[in-house]
């Protein structure tokens, strides 16, 4: 396979090859010959990045993106990533995903830091098209295909709604064919180092599928926004996960405390699913409101240690999925407003810290979540339009200046919408007073 090194000057779409699966080796890929070229492949694809960026800088950066954590996508170990990448078993499709994320955060705020950021996510999804059309299954292409889901998130130059629905198609096309190949076997019937590894494999699995049904989330809000339909994923549908990941792994999660925070933030994101899919047999505001009346007491007590952010994240979830249908009360509404505010104003600017000025791309899923949610609040209470205004007003303005600096048309679009259905509301409200006076 031909690498292309110059910079991408536009997107290309992939999709799933039908070819039927093969298992992926036992051996590691680096012993393994794969039939045709594709071994060649592999290895010169390493040899042309390690050309175009020094083998340090990659070291570098491959550990910013696993120690940042403000990346909410990452959900590799870092001991066994850097142990793949110096034993260069991993395929270098991963490391190319990675670097388009830190490129993008680096140099996004430049056009030629963006270009490079799509050239290393674009590269990263060819090798994936290829290895999958080799017919070699494997599971860290699946890895590499929901790095590629996140990017698409991220404000670049080319983002549009097509292009995220075309990267969870592809991604879930990936997880279907790849990881029954990696599916956890007992820990008791392997070699003690073995079993680490397995368990290991098994924690990343769990938080690829929460960081993918966190993306598919995303993906409805953004289509609400603009008046489409959520699409019809697997990752969306809380009776369809198993499709994807193997169901044991979410076995005795709340028995785990390490692992804990992360089951109640994968629970929210299930009933903000839920919220947009009925439940057979189950009235879905009903199926909401009883759903979320168990959860939140779970979050108000559950330890903080290793997991508060998403502690907090998972009540961000409940309250948008409660608010999807109605059922928050005028203290919950208020309540959620306070907070919102709060954590806004502490993503102002400082003048004392000239970093704090930048632009939060990886922050614009969560102001659009929070958008969202504010304009669907403010539409069944109208005591809360002033706190609402207060509320956008500083989510927009943290959206402007993502969109200034990234020149994102498709963000763009999402904040028109917003203004557009904040003015809506208004023009609502203010029909709704006159009335009141005739």
């Known amino acids: 396979m031909a690498m292309n090194t110059s910079l991408i000057t536009s997107p290309s779409s992939a999709t799933v090859p039908t070819k039927a699966p093969q298992a992926a080796p036992v051996l590691s890929p680096t012993l393994h010959r794969i039939p045709g070229n594709l071994d060649q492949d592999r ?14 800088r990659v070291v570098r950066l491959c550990d910013d993106f696993l120690k940042d954590c ?18 260069q078993d991993m395929g270098a499709h991963v490391v190319y995903a ?5 490129t993008f955060l680096g140099e996004g705020h430049t056009e030629a830091g963006r270009k490079r950021a799509l050239c290393f996510a674009e590269e990263a999804r060819s090798m994936v098209t290829h290895c999958l059309t080799a017919g070699y299954y494997e599971p860290t292409l699946v890895q590499t295909a929901l790095l590629l889901v996140a990017f698409e998130f991220q404000p670049h130059t080319w983002q549009n709604l097509g292009r995220v629905a075309s990267a969870l198609g592809f991604m879930e096309g990936c997880a279907k064919a790849c990881l029954p190949y990696w599916s ?35 993906s409805t809000i953004w289509r ?12 969306a549908d809380p009776e369809k996960f198993g499709e994807l990941f193997p169901a044991h792994l979410f076995d005795n999660d709340r028995k785990a405390p390490k692992l804990y925070g992360w089951s109640l933030y994968c629970a929210g994101i299930r009933l903000w699913h839920t919220a947009l899919n009925r439940v057979p047999g189950v009235h879905p505001n009903m199926f909401v409101c009883e759903q979320a009346k168990e959860l939140l007491p779970l979050l108000d007590s559950a330890p903080c240690s290793g997991s508060r952010k998403y502690l907090w994240q998972a009540r961000e979830w409940v309250a948008a999925a409660r608010g999807h249908v109605g059922d928050l009360d005028i203290e919950g509404v208020q309540q959620w407003f306070q907070q919102q505010k709060d954590v806004l104003m502490n993503f102002e600017p400082h003048e004392a810290n000239n970093d704090s000025k930048r632009p939060r791309p990886t922050y614009a899923w969560w102001y659009l979540m929070v958008a969202y949610t504010s304009l669907q609040l403010s539409g069944q209470y109208a005591f809360i ?8 007003n500083l989510v927009l303005k943290s959206l402007d200046d993502i969109v200034s600096s990234s020149n994102c048309n498709n963000f763009k679009n999402l904040c028109n919408a917003v203004r557009d259905r904040d003015d809506e509301l208004k023009t609502l409200r203010a029909a709704a007073v006159s009335n009141e006076y005739q």
């Open 43 to 56: 290895s010169s694809w390493w040899e042309t990045l390690f050309a175009s960026t020094p083998r340090d």
């Open 70 to 87: 403000d990346i909410w996508f990452n959900f590799f170990h870092r001991g066994l990533f850097f142990k793949s990448f110096f034993a």
């Open 98 to 102: 990675v670097l388009a994320h830190m």
């Open 184 to 218: 956890a076997p007992a820990t008791t019937d392997l070699p003690p180092q073995a079993a680490v590894t397995s368990g290991i494999r098994k924690e990343e699995m769990r938080q690829m599928c929460w960081t993918l049904s966190h993306l598919a989330a995303s």
């Open 224 to 235: 609400h926004l603009v008046g489409q339909p959520p699409l019809s994923l697997a990752s």
């Open 385 to 392: 339009a002033a706190e609402a205004e207060d509320v956008l």
